[in-house]
Antibody, heavy 118, light 113 residues
């Protein structure tokens, strides 16, 4: 199991963007994938997309296509998720999660609360 | 998208008794190539991220107590806690990883009766 540490809570206004970081101290993402999953209040977990550390490819849920970008910052050893054009419905806890050969989430970050409010 | 449904929404079980949670996928998540169902179960306690319990529908993750077991029948899946312990109070989710978008069930809340 890999220990994933996420950046802190964010409060944003509608229309803004948010960037959440995910770090694995002492571990590189080159042999695994990092996914982003969110959980809005009272809603089920929702997969947003993933970054494949093996080949550098990304894949996004159609629901978030055009609004979400997942990148790896090699120098900081983080996997970041940026969500743009925020609206109140994006208020949620955002998690990063690791998988290896198959998208089975064996390690999770602690979660980052993102609040979108005017 | 594959829609995952779960039943019941919540259940209360006495300590030491069996808890059974059901999950159904809207279409098959069985791979012909390896004859495996691409179905996982997670446990989530308040204020914590989910924790992987079961994958391939019935394979227990390392370190998970053997009172947790998973079974499958077509597109119907079951998570069983054979003898409920106080620390098992949580919400349990199923997830299909057969195809993207990866999708989760709505969760089943387990409490002590």
């Amino acid at each position: 199991q890999v220990h994933l540490v996420q950046s802190g809570a964010e409060m944003k206004k509608p229309g803004a963007s948010v960037r959440v970081s995910c770090k694995a101290p002492g571990y590189t993402f080159s042999s695994s994938a990092i996914h982003w999953v969110r959980q809005a209040p009272g809603q089920r977990l929702e997969w947003m997309g993933w970054f494949n550390g093996v080949n550098g490819n990304t894949k996004y849920s159609q629901k978030f296509q055009g609004r979400v970008t997942i990148t790896r910052d090699t120098s900081a050893n983080t996997a970041d998720m940026e969500l743009s054009s925020l609206r109140s419905a994006d208020t949620a806890v955002y998690y990063c999660a690791r998988s290896s050969d198959f998208p089975i989430f064996d390690s999770w970050g602690q979660g980052t609360v993102v609040t979108v409010s005017s | 998208d594959i829609v995952m449904t779960q039943s019941p929404d919540s259940l209360a079980v006495s300590l030491g008794e069996r808890a059974t949670i059901n999950c159904k996928s809207s279409q098959s998540v069985l791979s012909i190539s390896n004859n495996k169902n691409y179905l996982a179960w997670y446990q989530q306690k308040p204020g914590q991220p989910p924790k992987l319990l079961i994958y391939w529908a019935s394979t227990r993750q390392s370190g998970v107590p053997d009172r947790f077991s998973g079974s499958e029948s077509g597109t119907d899946f079951t998570l069983t806690i054979s003898s409920l312990q106080a620390e098992d109070v949580a919400v349990y989710f199923c997830q299909q990883y057969y195809t993207t978008p990866l999708t989760f069930g709505p969760g089943t809340k387990v409490n002590i009766k």
